[in-house]
């Protein structure tokens, strides 16, 4: 499986404020880092063309969460009343698993997982 839908890198660096560092350039993956103005930072990675993508939340020397999520077919930006968020889901048999990453006013991660 491959991630057929994406942001391009103009919204991505719009939304992180920030250039890709590189992982794989064949495989097309890609890690964004952000860092808000109480400690946390957020590090999100993906790849195309193994269709998976994960993030990592840290405030200083601690990692606080960590999710790896395999199956992704799309991911986007998108918006509400409280802003831009990232967000994807993968459906895996019964089970959906949806996040949402939001980077202002300051660094917020939503993970659930939901059996159906």
């Not at 999710?67 to 998108?78: A, D, H, K, N, T």
Request: glycine share 6%; hydrophobic share 35%.
């Amino acid at each position: 499986m491959f991630i057929e839908s994406s942001p391009d890198e103009l919204d991505l660096l719009a939304f992180f404020e920030s250039s890709p560092v590189c992982l794989d350039k064949d495989a097309g993956s890609f890690l964004y880092e952000y860092s808000d103005d109480y400690g946390f930072c957020v590090q999100f990675s993906y790849s195309i063309a193994a269709g998976w993508i994960q993030y990592n939340l840290t405030s200083g020397q601690h990692e606080n969460a960590h999710s790896y999520i395999e199956g992704v077919s799309s991911f986007s930006i998108r918006n509400d009343k409280s802003g831009e968020y990232l967000y994807a889901e993968s459906r895996h048999g019964e089970f959906l698993t949806r996040i949402e990453v939001r980077i202002k006013p300051y660094v917020v991660v939503n993970s659930s997982v939901l059996i159906m």
